[in-house]
């Protein structure tokens, strides 16, 4: 499949470039999208004290905003850096985690698309539709959201936003205007495990680091999250528990190569 071989393609330029990625993430799950950073072959820098945002963000081949732990001087440095990144042109990844959860994260959201204008925006289907401006719940950070009509939210955002929307959940969701992948990839034991989302987006950032067409680095970095996890847990042994998946999730990652993509990969294009 076309797609498949383009995917294929985005992890050797990846790891031929080795592009170094800026995060500003949450203290959450800074080590584990640090480590999937490194897995796949890139490199993460986390600087996020607003007197070198501007100045790592002029040297970064990708920038990643995660407002997980969200407090007002991260904010600021997520605004600056972001603008920074766009004026030089670098992709930004944006993770809305827990938006419409509390007004400081809903309006913070819409200051950093209205601001920064990301390349990309991931996040669960509630995060999704609340940025789209739908009335649904959330559950902290956890989406509670029907996943029906999910690619007509996508592709309407994305055509409003003038960006890639990714929605992760049982099947994965990728829009860029009109055009429209399904990645059925993954395994329930990813959502068992915190930072399986913010690792996603930390490995889009890598993606469009070293790629010139975003919807293509979108797709390389959930499927290979997704197809990772699906990897993990065949590897397991009876006995093992969630933490030897956590373990074997960035084994899988740091081995997966263009023929794992190519065969693995489930992918649609509507």
């Known amino acids: 499949m076309e797609v498949l071989q383009k995917i294929a393609d985005n992890l050797l330029r990846l790891r031929e470039r080795k592009p170094l990625v800026h995060h500003i993430t949450n203290y959450v799950t800074v080590n584990d999208c640090a480590n999937i950073t490194l897995a796949i072959g890139a ?3 986390m600087a996020d004290d607003i007197a070198e945002v501007e100045e790592m963000a002029s040297f970064a081949s990708a920038l990643v905003l995660n407002m997980g732990t969200l407090n007002a001087r991260t904010i600021e440095s997520m605004l600056a850096t972001g603008q920074k990144a766009r004026q030089r042109g670098i992709p930004v990844v944006f993770d809305p985690v827990g938006v419409g959860a509390t007004s400081l994260r809903t309006s913070t959201a819409k200051q950093i698309i209205r601001e920064v204008r990301p390349t990309v925006i991931r996040g669960n289907m509630s995060e ?4 789209a401006g739908l009335d649904v719940a959330i559950k902290g950070v956890d989406s509670v959201a029907s996943e029906d009509a999910g690619e007509s939210v996508a592709s309407n955002l994305s055509h409003k936003l003038d960006c890639v929307v990714a929605i992760t959940g049982k099947t994965d969701i990728i829009a860029q205007g009109n055009r429209i992948y399904r990645i059925d990839n993954g395994h329930a034991l990813l959502s068992q495990i915190t930072g399986s989302g913010c690792m996603a987006t930390s490995l889009i950032g890598c993606f469009c680091g070293a790629a010139d067409d975003w919807f293509a680095a979108t797709a390389a970095g ?8 699906e990897l993990a847990h065949a590897s397991l042994q009876p006995g093992d528990g969630i933490g030897t998946f956590h373990i074997r999730l960035f084994d899988a990652v740091s081995v997966i190569n263009p023929d794992i993509l190519k065969k693995g990969g489930k992918i649609d294009e509507l």
């Open 43 to 45: 490199s993460p820098v």
């Open 128 to 131: 999704i539709k609340i940025i």
């Open 222 to 229: 959930i499927v290979t999250m997704g197809l990772a996890g």
